[in-house]
Nanobody, 124 residues
Framework: QVQLVESGGGLVQAGGSLRLSCAAS????????MGWFRQPPGKEREFVAA????????YYADSVKGRFTISRDNARNTEYLQMNTLKPEDTAVYYC?????????????????WGPGTQVTVSS
């Protein structure tokens, strides 16, 4: 079992930055692929980024590539999402997710554990 809790969301102006954190409990954090998803108002949950268990590979949605950076610290059981040059269209609830497998995937149903989410609002 892995329990996840996000933090770091908030209100920021367009062009600003935020760093989200995801704290995980459980002894098997380091064996899980970790991901970030988001759900804009009135829309489906969508993939943002993923990172392999040892951090050697990262994957990004085209909409955030070059602006967001995913990372993890297995010693601290924590995952991060650094978000730069934020845009109003980045406004969403952001979710941390864990997948009990070695291969990263981009669909929500392929992840086994989820955090409750944190709101990110970008004003224009």
């Amino acid at each position: 079992q892995v329990q996840l809790v996000e933090s770091g969301g908030g209100l920021v102006q367009a062009g600003g930055s935020l760093r989200l954190s995801c704290a995980a409990s459980g002894r098997t954090f380091s064996s899980h692929v970790m991901g970030w998803f988001r759900q804009p108002p009135g829309k489906e949950r969508e993939f943002v980024a993923a990172i392999t268990w040892n951090g050697d590979r990262t994957y990004y949605a085209d909409s955030v590539k070059g602006r967001f950076t995913i990372s993890r610290d297995n010693a601290r059981n924590t995952e991060y999402l650094q978000m730069n040059t934020l845009k109003p269209e980045d406004t969403a609830v952001y979710y941390c997710a864990a997948r009990s497998a070695f291969l990263a995937r981009t669909y929500p149903h392929e992840y086994d554990y989820w955090g409750p989410g944190t709101q990110v609002t970008v004003s224009s």
